[in-house]
């Protein structure tokens, strides 16, 4: 006479994760390999990967799937990529298959991709955090792997200018984790993430980047700063601006503007801008992508302002998407000067590179007339620091100075 074996199926529930177990598992839990078969078989049960079984038939959810993913990676084992990223609120990544899921284990582990389920081993398995009970890699990380599995730029562009314009990271981390990780793929990420370290936080605001450095008279323009008044006032925080000849250059998406209240922020912004002499050059994605000779006419008003002489009422400072200050307590904005003259010993385009000067012309106070260098790089998206030699201060008539300033890397 045969005994039916005691198992205890609440603990089989509670070993399970989404109700995904490894089959080893259900042996040591006392599990015959046979039941396991016929349940399987009666389709009670179900099969999600190699070695991992269903209780609660074939996997009917993401988390399910990417549940068996884990489980056949093995103990320490860590999602990464774009399941990942979507895992931590990230949406503008591209449709993949069924099931698909990028596993890190140790170097050590032997583990090969089966259909779906990409194994990675790494040397830097990262410290894994718990999103629905699924053991996630730090944003960064996923993004960066996500990063270099796409093979499109504009899609690698939407990827990293959201992780950064909702705060989730910062260009400083994800260059941390490129320059650390693995280099496979990372070739088109490179550029991609120097245009965000540059500011740039949209795909069209990139295209736009790329047709202004394109424009031969156009000198070089700065991506999402903030713009002040000449009382440290908040203006705006136009897409492109040019501190040369204060312009601005505006971005208007359709998926943004369809909101009214959005549309009439915007109108709002454009009208305080121009009521402080900020000239606004506004264009669509669509005539970025499909007309450029058109957009390429913006050095047209930027000409025009040159030969009047005419000097915007305001500076501009770190990206709007920064803090207010840097890491060292030193302000991000810097009241520009007002109608004063630039000096004749000063290089031409060392205030388009963010080199704004204190000196309002309401005090009456006359521009420096100390030839400053300019910064050797672009103005960065990062915390500003002072200049090599922060005593320097230039005093003529007033105790009103001027500070150089320039981004950091």
């Given amino acids: 006479m045969s005994r039916r074996r005691n198992i205890d199926w609440v603990a089989v529930q509670q070993a399970a994760l989404h109700d995904q177990i490894r089959h080893a598992d259900l042996l040591e839990l006392g599990v015959l390999s046979s039941t396991i078969a016929r349940k399987v078989q009666a389709k009670v049960w179900g099969r999600s990967a190699f070695g991992v079984i269903s209780l609660s038939g074939p996997p009917r959810t993401r988390d399910q799937e990417l549940a068996a993913a884990v489980l056949y990676g093995g103990p320490g084992a860590v999602l990464s990529g774009a399941a990942a990223a979507r895992l931590h609120g990230l949406e503008r990544l591209p449709q993949e298959a069924e099931g698909t899921a990028l596993v890190l284990v140790e170097h050590g582990r ?177 005539q970025l992508r499909d007309d450029r000779a058109q957009v390429a006419r913006i050095s047209s008003p930027l000409t025009r302002r040159r030969l009047a002489g005419r000097a915007p009422p305001s500076a501009c400072s770190g990206p709007r998407d920064a803090p207010s200050e840097g890491s060292e307590g030193v302000p991000r904005c810097f009241p520009r000067t007002q109608g004063v003259p630039r000096s004749s010993g000063a290089p031409p385009r060392a205030r388009s590179r963010g080199v704004p000067c204190c000196l309002p012309r309401s005090q009456g106070v006359p521009r420096c007339s100390t030839a400053h260098p300019a910064p050797r790089t672009r103005h960065r998206a990062a915390h500003p620091r002072t200049h090599d030699d922060p005593s320097r201060r230039c005093r003529e008539g007033s105790s009103v100075g001027c500070q150089l300033t320039r981004g950091s890397n």
């Fill in 110 to 286: 032997h583990r090969v991709s089966r259909g779906p389920i990409t194994v990675e081993r790494t040397h830097r398995v990262p410290e894994a955090q718990l999103v629905r009970d699924l053991p996630v890699a730090p944003l960064p990380r996923a993004v960066v792997d996500a990063a270099r599995r796409l093979g499109d730029t504009d899609a690698i562009r939407a990827l990293l200018a959201e992780a950064v314009q909702r705060r989730l990271t910062t260009p400083r981390e994800l260059r941390s984790e490129l320059e650390e990780g693995c280099g496979r793929g990372t070739a088109r990420v490179r550029p991609v993430l120097t245009e965000i370290e540059d500011g740039v936080r949209s795909v069209p605001e990139a295209w736009a980047r790329t047709l202004a450095a394109s424009i031969p008279d156009l000198p070089p323009m700065m991506w999402n700063r903030r713009i002040v008044t000449a009382d440290r006032a908040w203006l705006a925080d136009p897409d492109g601006w040019l501190d040369d000849v204060g312009l601005a250059w505006e971005i208007h998406s359709f998926r943004h503007h369809a909101d009214p209240e959005a549309f009439d922020a915007t109108m709002r912004r454009q009208a305080r801008m121009t009521g402080h002499d900020v000239h606004v050059v506004a264009h669509t994605p669509r």
